[in-house]
């Protein structure tokens, strides 16, 4: 089976599962390899989880010098705006987190999409030695209409097999990003969803065991991968999981 849930009463008991994990995925790369390789998700879900991850009991239990943060995807605003998933990331965690800024590496959203994709692509590829992109854990978010990192519906970038970052216009937000692609993130040793609240119910079934779409449910390209994938969520976000079981 390659996707786990685990469905906490509320949004904060998920956020707090879901340090727990973070923070023993970390320990077991650092034992293992020396260091833990991090994709942070951006919107608004993590962000519980970021400020637990900053303060007691897991921040002192985190190696934080060997980790390297990376994004899944980034919206293609300066640093400093409220849209900015690093802005987020730093405000909640890495402002307080004892991170090297030299193993922290944020999408450049000051950069026109196609330059800023192809910078983050070649960073990507010299800090994995030109060799496969494997981080420990991607962090992901599952969108309403299906999309995780900016991997949206009917988007070039979901079949994109040779870049490892890719800009995409996402026309309905009137927005450019720049995002992992798909096979980066399915390389990952660990992926983890979080999803919270009932209006990722219904997308949450169809992902898991609805029909294979991915043109229309893009995290589909994850969660059928037959890649480790963990999902932490809210009792509201499980609520239409009848039969757990029948997930593969
Ligand atoms: C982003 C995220 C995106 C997010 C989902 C869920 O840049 O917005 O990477 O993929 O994870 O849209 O967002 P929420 O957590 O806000 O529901």
Redesign the pocket.
């Known amino acids: 089976m390659s996707n786990h849930l685990y469905i906490s009463a509320d949004a904060g008991e998920m956020s707090r599962v879901a340090a727990d994990f973070f923070m023993e995925t970390a320990k077991k790369a650092v034992a293992g390899r020396g260091r833990f390789v991090v994709s942070l ?6 962000e519980a989880l970021f400020r637990l991850l900053a303060g007691p009991p897991w921040s002192q239990q985190i190696d934080w010098p060997k980790v390297h943060v990376f ?5 293609c605003v300066p640093p400093d705006s409220p849209d900015s ?1 690093s802005r987020m990331a730093r405000l909640a965690l890495l402002d307080q987190a004892p991170v090297p800024e030299s193993q922290v590496y944020p999408i450049d959203g000051t950069l026109p999409p196609e330059a800023a994709a192809a910078l983050y692509d070649i960073q990507l590829r010299e800090f994995f030695d030109w060799s496969a992109p494997v981080f420990d854990l991607v962090l ?5 209409d299906g ?5 949206f519906p009917h988007t070039p970038v979901l079949t994109e097999k040779k870049r490892w970052a890719k800009e995409v216009l996402v026309e309905k937000l009137n927005s450019w ?1 720049v ?1 992992l692609t798909a096979p980066v993130i399915t390389a990952a040793t660990c992926i983890a969803f ?4 009932e ?2 119910a219904g997308v949450l079934k169809e992902v898991l065991v609805g029909p294979y779409r991915p043109e229309e449910l893009p995290a589909q390209l994850v969660a059928r991968s037959g890649a480790e994938v963990h999902w932490f969520l809210d009792e509201k976000a499980a609520g239409k999981m009848e039969d757990v079981n029948k997930i593969k």
């Open positions: 998700s951006g919107g608004s879900t993590p994004w899944g995807d980034e919206r998933n992901l978010g599952l969108g309403d999309h995780t990192a900016s991997l990003r995002t979080l999803a919270a609240g209006k990722k």
